[in-house]
C-alpha cells in the first residue's frame, strides 16, 4: 500500500522537474508570459504530493496510469473561473474600507453604513 504512495509522489515529482527544466529553457520574455502557468504547476504539485498521503490506493493507482497528470489538471483548471482575482480584490477593497473608517488611530469616523454595505448586511 506505501509503495504505490511512494511510486506516486516520486513520478509527480519527476513530472514537475520535468516542467521546471522545460520553462528554463524559456527566453525571459516567454518565461515572463509563463509565470501563471508555474505558478499554478507548483500549487497542483504541493496539492497532489499532499492528497497522495490520503487518498485510497486505487485512486492514486488510476492516477499513477494518467499520462502528464500536471497538464491535464492545469488544462481543466484553466477552464475554471478563477475565484483567486475575485479574493484578492475583495480583500484590498475591505482593507482600503477599514483604513477609511479607523484611520491611523484605528478609530471611527462615522461611516459604519459604509462598513454594513461593503459586508453585505446594509441595503
Known sequence: MEGIREAFRIR???EYLQFKES??????????ECCYRIDVYRNL???MSGLAERVPV??????YGKESLLDWLYESWIKVDDSYY???????????LDLGLHGKEGGTDGRDEDREAADGRGD
Open 23 to 32: 520553462m528554463l529553457v524559456q527566453d525571459r520574455l516567454e518565461m515572463y
Open 86 to 96: 475575485g479574493g484578492l480584490r475583495w480583500h484590498v477593497e475591505r482593507t482600503l
Open 12 to 14: 509527480l515529482h519527476r
Open 58 to 63: 486505487s485512486m492514486l493507482e488510476m492516477l
Open 45 to 47: 504539485y504541493e496539492i
